[in-house]
């Protein structure tokens, strides 16, 4: 059974940093693309960022380059997601997704493969 399990959020106030972190177990991942998600209250899921299992290329949202850092250890089946200079409006859920098509997490769409159960990530001023 293919498992996401998201951990590190919390709250933060702006300017701060926090480390999400995506433990994957069940199958191996060579071939996928690895990424977060994340959607606030009222508002529609979006894309945050993005990493290529095995060549290890990363793909940003415009809203946090130069300020977010995706990665990932293979050795330990974990993607991790450091978010530094947090702004208010980088609060939501954040989930970890997992899929074999690399448009379609840079598109957020419902339809990938594997997710986590979102960690909640709170950013106040």
């Known amino acids: 059974q293919v498992q996401l399990v998201e951990s590190g959020g919390g709250s933060v106030q702006a300017g701060g940093s926090l480390r999400l972190s995506c433990a994957a177990s069940?199958?191996?991942?060579?071939?996928?693309?690895m990424g977060w998600l994340r959607q606030a209250p009222g508002k529609e899921r979006e894309f945050v960022a993005a990493?290529?299992?095995?060549?290890?290329?990363?793909y940003y949202a415009d809203s946090v380059k130069g300020r977010f850092t995706i990665s990932r250890d293979k050795a330990k089946n974990t993607v991790f997601l450091q978010m530094n200079s947090l702004k208010p409006e980088d609060t939501a859920v954040y989930y970890c997704?997992?899929?074999?098509?690399?448009?379609?997490?840079?598109?957020?769409?419902?339809?990938?493969?594997?997710w986590g159960q979102g960690t909640q990530v709170l950013v106040s001023s």
């Open positions: 069940g199958r191996t991942f060579s071939s996928y693309t």
């Open positions: 990493i290529r299992w095995s060549g290890g290329t990363t």
């Open positions: 997704v997992a899929d074999g098509h690399l448009a379609d997490v840079l598109h957020g769409r419902s339809s990938l493969d594997y």
